[in-house]
DNA sequence: CATGAATGAGAATTCATTCAT
DNA sequence: TATGAATGAATTCTCATTCAT
């Protein structure tokens, strides 16, 4: 489904599935720390528990390691959110459900959201796209969670009002990692999700 | 005020200003083509218009170049969004203004909002408060605007209310530039802000 | 017993020692040509027979190898000293079979000598004590002898007596290169020897 | 009298010499802390008091300042040498005499003594003859003087055993700067003194 | 499949020296 | 004479990638 393939020179498909989460696991911990660029294929290697050597057999080259890092986070973001959304409740309190549990799930994950944040624009011209393509993904869930909602008659908004609401809560929802050195300061999550929630229905001016 | 002194070994300080100035002009520009590690300090010292050994002798280290762009991109911003702002109507108004405004100089200022924002953590542990310190001071400016409103009984925020919309503002001003390749192709730039100055005053569930 | 540690990348002890004999050995001979700063490591990777990459994989710094030619030479010098000299007639004789045969050896390695009497003392405050330990031990071997002959009655020398006469000792010795340009004209090693062996035991007023 | 002439290209004579006495002065204490390599000519020049520019007005290049200061330096050693030993008592007690004054000599002077031991090799194969030639004469100086006592029928010593014996007294004395590091914990320098007159004079066998 | 030694292009930085003012 | 800004060749060291075992 439109994944860049990252070719391997193993056959056994378990065995690279396997070992190349042994090496973004090692990854995402060493780009938090050091970020890409001051991060060698070395030091991942060893933090993988492997050889250079083998590193090498199960990617092409270090750009592989950050697709692979990206896309594997954006798997987990997606993933733990669409279980946490799922079924339930619509209508706004559904919307409001499904923003709390995605910055719940920022919190959460908030060293692969920094690498994420942080790195992927070192990505090749060649393999950016696919990564801005989770990013819209993402999005999108928002955006089709509101959809639903005008549908039913619970909210007027414009299709172009949709998409900028849904990018909105995106970003603040990443910006509660990515801004963490000013805003972990002065909430707790709970508070920050609360203040967020009331600014993004009500506004400034809100009721 | 609270500047990092980035040393010379040449003495002559207008020469040292202008100097610094072509320097950052022309690393900006590389930085948004390639990034800052991507870029050498031969290219910037050649695109400057100096020989490497003349770049090193108003910096120190690769290093000062970057935390120079930054310092140089805040001021920049900051002293567009003051001449645009200034005294001019108060009031909610006001913060509209002020607010169209800043998203007008993100609009200008793309390239080099775009290298702040990604660049900036680069910096080392030393230069990087420096950094995040400018960065807080752009969003005290809005929550400045938003708080004298407060007292003037047209808006009703809690001290950590005015601090998230504050927050709000300035990266869904950023955001015009770091997610341009999404946002650019939906709004002009007109409509991105008559949208989200709605969306910012009256929330989703707006008036 | 003391030494350094220098730390390689590669992880086959008998390798790292079998190179680092060749880059010692290229080293010895570039350093003495043209001393340890004008020597490039290019150069020494060059002579030594590998890449400028492998050289880095058993160093970690130019300074490293000069530790280790340091090193390198002390060790030789210490044992083909020991291999001479050992069980053998003791007393006055003992002292000036010792004598001879250590002025043999430096004859027999002027260039390392040289190298490590010139060069020495660019080693870093951290690499320098090691060297000057091995200094001291070499004198000690004679302090040594002069103490076991004091001890069976046949000299009167007092501590600092035999301190003193050591020192005279190794230096003399190297004075044979370290002034060849003056010394190698006027004598053969063997009348260097008998003459100085003459002013050691008898002084200038010997009989 | 067989200088090398060091072009400058100011025509004051009186000039000259007072710019390049404190240039000396600099360099002497600089090449002492960090040896001639690691210094920089911009060092001299600041720690001389004048610009860089000014430095190179008055040599040609880095290298003439070293041979200045080894210049210096001898000529300083054997002004204050012949001074304190000058017309004096002759025969052996004016030996004993001259070799004290030469140890205090090497003692008050030490910083310049182990300059020009350490760093002299480092001159060009032009510049290095003049500078061993002035070591030559020092070692002269000593054998003129044992030349006449074995004239005066006072000492029994043949032409290359007087030539060993003002080598040894040379080095003995140098040695006192270049092994302070062991030998001026062991003794004072008047213990020095004592007990290498006493080796000098009698050898190991002593009296 | 796994290993790790070897490679060398490339990068940052230094510093002696020059020359216009 | 004095100054100091400009220069660029030279140098050390790094690190992604390969390939023989």
Redesign the interface.
């Known amino acids: 489904m439109g994944k860049k393939e990252v070719p391997s020179l193993v056959k056994d498909e378990k065995l690279i599935q396997r070992r190349r989460e042994e090496m973004v696991k090692a990854a995402v911990s060493l780009f938090k720390e050091n970020?890409f660029?001051r991060t060698t294929t070395r030091e991942i290697a060893k933090a993988s528990g492997f050889s250079i050597g083998t590193l090498y057999e199960y990617i092409r080259s270090k750009e592989d390691i950050l697709y692979l890092v990206c896309d594997s986070i954006y798997d987990g973001v997606k993933l733990r959110l669409q279980q946490d959304i799922n079924g339930e409740d619509s209508g706004?309190q559904g919307?409001e459900r499904a923003i709390s549990a995605y910055f719940k799930v920022m919190d959460d994950m908030q060293d692969e959201v920094l690498v994420m944040y942080?790195e992927a624009?070192?990505l090749s011209h060649e393999a950016l796209p696919y990564v801005?393509k989770k990013?819209?993904e993402m999005?999108a869930i928002f955006e089709e969670l509101?959809f639903k909602v005008v549908k039913q008659g619970e909210?007027?908004?414009s299709e172009?009002?949709i998409?900028?609401?849904a990018?909105?809560i995106v970003?603040?929802g990443q910006?509660w990692t990515f801004?963490r050195?000013?805003?972990q300061k002065?909430?707790t999550l709970e508070?920050?999700t609360q203040?967020?929630l009331?600014?993004?229905?009500?506004?400034?001016?809100?009721a």
Chains 1, 2, 3, 4 share one sequence.
């Open positions: 970020g660029h706004i919307v942080q624009k070192s801005l990013e819209l999005t509101l909210l007027h908004l172009k009002e998409q900028a609401a990018h909105n970003i603040i910006m801004r050195w000013a805003l002065i909430y508070e920050y203040l967020q009331q600014q993004l229905l009500y506004g400034i001016k809100g």
